[in-house]
């Protein structure tokens, strides 16, 4: 592997490293607020990536405002989502709280294939596709990559700002480190879940919307993006948001390189294979210390 | 909100109707009138195939109609009872279970993918009943002799293997990378390019997979890079392909890029924008039947298919809708010599008989002669090298 070569891999695996973090911030602030893991989170995405294209490709908007309206719209169904389907059945179980996301996100997936239909759609992507070229490497790097590790890098920011100077962020923590104690202080914990539920559609739409014109969209794109966002928010232990953030990174490398390498299970052929081995590694490390901290609980 | 509600009742009303219709026609085949053949179809209309299920599903509900119009097959009127195996291998195995055991069809077509294909051979095998697949690999129909209930109406991937291969030689290239999907149909493919190389002066210089669903092959293509390889051959269904298409362009990437038939679908065109001109793959005459000369022996069948097709559903015909045309056609031949008063299990064998003694029949794919020894028939001439420019379908010939 030339070291040109190897830039190229970085530069997309950064790119992919990011589409999963924003995904594994959804899953994380939902699951640290309400322990629910949210395998609806996918679709969020799926909702503002094809939405942008109806409104920008389709019914002709600016996209500016396509953007802004379709991360609206992902917003309405996080909120959707948490009242209808989460807060009706508050009584039932952690556990069926989350087959309830399972199938909130088959239902959405449905619908989105009657609106949409199957086929693959392309919004326009933000700012043309001549590819920039790196500095000192032959390695280049599309606009569209640009914007979304920029984006990565700015709802990461800016969702650390809010949890640790915002009083609402305060008590989204306040939640998630003991829902009991903050029940105590007066934090509503209803109101808390569903801003947790709309802020994680608010990424979820973003990163569609952003990600969509690079990766293509289509009505069952949620499905893989889950499954990795899943991977970065594991790594991340599902309860802080930069280790997220550093595990979609580190996963996004580490299949990109590893096609590279071109090594014996380093190939293209394990690509995903990589992403599941790291999963059970981590659940196996993780389930041992997520046990004893039940205990000390 | 009254305008819904009136709406909906009128739906109602719509479904109560039609409901009403099917249990008296159902009563028409009990008072001793001909009974109605029952045909089976299993497609992908959801799920990473679904660019090709919908068409195949349209295409056989608009058949249905025209035949039963036409007052049905000697008198009998045709339904095909179609389940959406959702590109899934188990759902499409139990699918097709319930149309043998409790639908008790006569004979099945489709599945749309190989890998569902594959998946119900000894389903069909061993209840005894003609399956026409509407998938690429030649593994479906050979080894012929464990294939006796088992056709096929696309063109294998061996065929398209030499086309492409035969192509390149004559643009005297011998360098090729090839990027393949790691689905049933993408090994396949693999299969034949890495066996098939030899015999064509070709040597693959890098050998890329990539997984269904994949949404960036910027790494596959980096490597392919850094190879001497003067040409790309991609094997997968349209969305991947496009992937492909857009990263080689992103990286140029700026030697020629062969796909195979997969992509023989406006959503390839749709997804991949301009990336998508200059992509060359070889297909069915179908998407270049403006190209077709009224000599070809499938000119009639191809226009009056796209005529037809067209005035009932948007996005143009595809070769996918086509295979299924050509499998629902040939078991429509086979039930045209079917006895009346046969038991389920004669009926299907007879079919079955049929389908293998189809000699001439030109489908949408090419013109067909089943034997004993050929599942599938495609006679040569069936296929057309074609090139994407400007974002239409034009044939190179």
């Known amino acids: 592997m030339s070291i040109d070569q190897f830039a190229q891999y970085l530069i997309s695996g950064l790119t992919d490293g990011s589409i999963y973090a924003l995904l594994g911030l959804g899953f994380t602030i939902i699951y640290a607020v309400t322990r629910i893991i949210n395998f609806a989170q996918g679709e969020f995405v799926m909702i503002g990536g094809m939405l942008s294209y109806t409104l920008a490709a389709s019914a002709g908007l600016s996209i500016p405002l396509s953007i802004l309206l379709s991360i609206l719209s992902a917003a309405a169904v996080g909120a959707i989502m948490y009242l209808l389907a989460i807060r009706t059945a508050r009584r039932a179980s952690v556990v069926s709280l989350i087959i309830i996301t399972i199938g909130f996100s088959i239902f959405v997936r449905g619908v989105a294939a009657e609106i949409w239909g199957v086929n693959t759609m392309r919004p326009p992507l933000f700012s043309g596709k001549t590819p920039l070229s790196l500095p000192f490497v032959d390695a280049v790097i599309t606009p569209q990559a640009i914007w979304i590790i920029g984006t990565a890098v700015v709802v990461t920011i800016l969702l650390h700002l809010f949890l640790k100077y915002t009083m609402v962020g305060k008590a989204l923590k306040a939640c998630a480190v003991n829902p009991e104690a903050a029940g105590l202080v007066g934090i509503n914990s209803k109101a808390m879940a569903l801003i947790a539920f709309v802020l994680a559609a608010v990424i979820g739409g973003t990163s569609g919307v952003v990600m969509a014109p690079h990766i293509l969209a289509s009505y069952d794109m949620g499905v893989m993006l889950g499954l990795k966002g899943f991977v970065a928010a594991s790594i991340g232990g599902f309860k802080n948001p930069i280790a997220t953030v550093v595990g979609g990174l580190l996963l996004g490398v580490v299949e990109n390189v590893a096609v590279g390498l071109n090594w014996g299970p380093f190939t293209s052929s394990y690509k995903h294979v990589i992403a599941l081995a790291v999963l059970l590694l981590i659940l196996l490390i993780r389930s041992g210390r997520l046990a004893s901290e039940e205990r000390a609980a | 909100m009254r305008k819904y509600l009136r709406l909906s009742i009128m739906l109602t009303l719509v479904v109560a109707l039609v409901a009403i219709s099917g249990i008296s026609c159902g009563d028409g085949g009990d008072d001793g009138a001909n009974e109605t053949y029952k045909i089976g179809a299993l497609f992908s209309t959801t ?50 279970n319930k149309l043998i055991e409790q639908d008790e069809v006569l004979a099945i077509i489709g599945p749309t993918t190989s890998g569902n294909s594959l998946a119900i051979i000894e389903t069909v095998t061993s209840a005894e009943i003609p399956l026409v697949s509407c998938a690429a690999s030649a593994d479906i129909i050979e080894p012929v002799e464990d294939r006796y209930w088992v056709f096929k109406t696309p063109q294998t991937d061996r065929q398209i293997v030499a086309e492409i291969y035969s192509y390149l030689q004559s643009e005297g290239i011998t360098k090729v990378a090839i990027i393949t999907a790691t689905s049933s149909f993408g090994t396949g493919g693999k299969k034949y390019l890495e066996s098939e190389a030899d015999d064509f002066g070709i040597t693959i210089v890098a050998n890329q997979v990539f997984d269904e669903g994949d949404t960036s092959m910027i790494s596959q293509l980096t490597l392919i890079k850094g190879t001497d390889a003067e040409a790309v051959v991609c094997w997968a269904i349209d969305p991947e392909s496009a992937v492909v298409a857009l990263d080689m362009q992103t990286l140029q990437l700026e030697i020629p890029l062969l796909c195979s038939h997969g992509i023989a679908n406006q959503g390839f065109i749709d997804a991949a924008g301009d990336a998508a001109n200059g992509v060359i793959f070889p297909a069915g005459k179908l998407p270049v039947v403006d190209f077709v000369p009224q000599t070809d022996p499938q000119w009639e069948v191809l226009t009056t298919y796209k005529a037809d097709y067209e005035a009932l559903y948007e996005g143009g015909v595809s070769t996918f809708g086509g295979h299924a045309y050509d499998a629902l056609s040939m078991v429509v031949i086979a039930l045209e010599d079917l006895e009346d008063d046969l038991s389920i299990d004669e009926a299907r064998a007879a079919i079955r008989d049929g389908l293998e003694q189809i000699s001439g029949f030109a489908g949408t794919g090419g013109v067909f002669i089943m034997s004993p020894t050929d599942h599938l028939g495609m006679q040569t001439g069936s296929l057309a090298l074609i090139e994407i420019v400007d974002g239409e379908w034009t044939w190179k010939q």
């Open chain 2, 47 to 96: 799920g990473g195939a679904s660019n090709l299920g919908v068409p195949e599903e349209n295409t056989v509900e608009m058949m249905v109609e025209q035949i039963n119009a036409d007052g049905g097959i000697n008198g009998h009127l045709l339904e095909v009872i179609i389940y959406n195996d959702e590109t899934d291998s188990v759902k499409c195995a139990n699918l097709a």
